[in-house]
């Protein structure tokens, strides 16, 4: 059964802050891992998606590497600002009739003005 | 488009009562799931469709939950009877394809379910 572990649980840095987030899982047969973004009181949305074959993708300041062989991924955040504080939460997907979308519980970041 | 479509927004009900949650997902996705979020268990899938039919719903805890997806523009959570452990926030997605590597899913703003 997969497992996704996000590390850590909660993070509170100061606004203009590099930083990164951490996903580990504990399948590596998957066919690609996603970094969502939560709101307090909303719904997910999906900030990128890494297919099994890539290594990396990137989004404006956000980056988000994939190490499969290794089970992890890193979701990094250049120049942190306040409107970058929610839950990001990682999940990855089986393949086939495996389908399914496995999350982890997720990390709360606070960035602090 | 309005995105995913969830009501309630917030519910409120007694042990033992029936609840419905509705989901209307985005025109066009031919796959529909439901997802439960706890503090204790994070989000976890409960059941998921392709074109109304049920695909996989071993993540549905027990016989008081059922689904349904009469048509491809919406889709049904029923709870009977309840109980104060499904309080929780059920979320639906939707999601034009899946297993391609590339899929994503979109999620509505979920329903806050408290069981008194």
């Known amino acids: 059964k997969q497992e996704v572990t996000q590390i850590p649980a909660a993070l509170s840095v100061p606004e203009g802050e590099n930083l990164v987030l951490n996903c580990s899982f504990t399948d590596s047969a998957i066919y690609n891992l996603q970094w969502f973004r939560q709101d307090p009181g909303k719904g997910l949305t999906s900030l990128l998606l890494i297919q099994s074959s890539q290594r990396e993708q990137t989004s404006g300041r956000l980056n988000a590497s994939l190490d499969k062989s290794s089970g992890r991924s890193t979701l990094y955040i250049a120049a942190s600002q306040p409107g970058d504080s929610a839950t990001y939460l990682c999940a990855v997907s089986g393949r086939g009739s495996n389908y399914k979308l496995t999350f982890g519980k997720g990390t709360l970041l606070t960035v602090n003005p | 488009d309005a995105g995913v479509i969830q009501s309630p927004r917030h519910e409120v009900t007694e042990m033992g009562q029936e609840v419905t949650l509705r989901c209307k997902p985005i025109?066009?996705?031919?796959?529909l799931f439901w997802y439960r979020q706890t503090m204790m268990r994070g989000l976890e899938l409960l059941i998921y469709f392709n074109n109304n039919v049920p695909i996989d719903d071993s993540g549905m805890p027990e016989d008081r939950f059922s689904a349904k997806m009469p048509n491809a523009s919406f889709s049904t959570l029923k709870i009977q009877p309840s109980e104060p452990r499904d309080s929780a926030v059920y979320f639906c997605?939707?999601?034009?394809?899946?297993?391609?590597?590339?899929?994503?899913?979109?999620f509505g703003p979920g329903t806050r379910l408290t069981v008194l």
């Open positions: 997605a939707s999601s034009w394809v899946v297993g391609t590597g590339a899929d994503t899913q979109y």
């Open positions: 025109s066009g996705h031919d796959y």
